[in-house]
């Protein structure tokens, strides 16, 4: 059996990520009396150029097992494709969609952006796994292993062990980890922002900058070149806040 507490623990992260994007959306909308069309824009773009054009050049980039397997050319691709693609949707959103020169829209943008990114990730994610942890407390191990093969069989078990082992450090690990990613994406709103309507380019590089550092950490976790991921999650969030600070900056000086 699953603990009713990791269950809980979990369905609460779940809950949490999904709403927190559209609360914060919602109150900072209403209290600057701006439209939610950003939100909803940075979430549409999102997901066209992050879930398909990204995803489908990625596939088709790593169909290459050699370069797949190649852990230099992985991480340096990967962070530099999240940075162009990500960036690149950012500005062509603020240069032909949002014309309107208003700051404020812009860090709406910025929410729907990583407010979907949250979402799906996280928060659908965890609600998937917590209706699994349901139906194995409800039906048993013998019942979710029927009709598997052997390596489904290895993935459900991976599974199980993963959801009993799920608390309060998981929960805040990752829940520090959307926030920080959240707060990113945000300032990078506002310094892409300052490249378009300030028609001052170079902000424009500084965005890609901090979105390709800001990638190395996981993908170094992931390759196991950072072995500990308190250092990964450090990290994170100490590239969130030096972004956090630039972005404050043009906010306050626009």
Request: glycine letters at 6%; a positive charge; charged letters at 15%.
């Amino acid at each position: 059996m699953i603990p009713t507490s990791s269950l809980v623990i979990l369905g609460s992260t779940a809950l949490f990520c999904s709403l927190l994007p559209i609360i914060l959306a919602f109150i900072w909308t209403r209290k600057k009396e701006l439209s939610m069309k950003p939100f909803f824009m940075g979430a549409a773009f999102y997901i066209f150029f992050v879930l398909v054009i990204e995803s489908v050049v990625n596939e088709l980039v790593f169909q290459n097992e050699i370069l797949f397997n190649n852990t230099l050319f992985y991480i340096i691709y990967s962070c530099l494709a999240a940075a162009l693609i990500e960036e690149g949707s950012r500005y062509i959103a603020f240069k032909y969609i949002l014309k309107e020169n208003h700051k404020e829209d812009a860090l709406t943008y910025g929410l729907g952006h990583g407010g979907i990114e949250m979402i799906l990730i996280i928060g659908i994610s965890l609600l998937s796994s917590w209706m699994f942890g349901m139906i194995f407390n409800s039906v048993g191990l013998d019942a979710m292993l029927s009709g598997s093969n052997e390596v489904q069989q290895s993935a459900i078990v991976e599974m199980i062990t993963s959801l009993k082992n799920y608390g309060i450090r998981e929960s805040m690990m990752c829940i520090a980890e959307r926030i920080s990613i959240l707060v990113f994406h945000l300032s990078c709103s506002l310094i892409v922002y300052r490249a378009v309507y300030k028609k001052e380019k170079r902000y424009f590089i500084y965005a890609l900058i901090f979105h390709f550092v800001m990638n190395l950490p996981s993908l170094l976790n992931q390759r196991g070149l950072i072995s500990n991921i308190w250092i990964a999650e450090g990290l994170i969030m100490l590239i969130a806040l030096s972004s956090a600070a630039l972005g404050y900056k043009y906010y306050r000086k626009n």
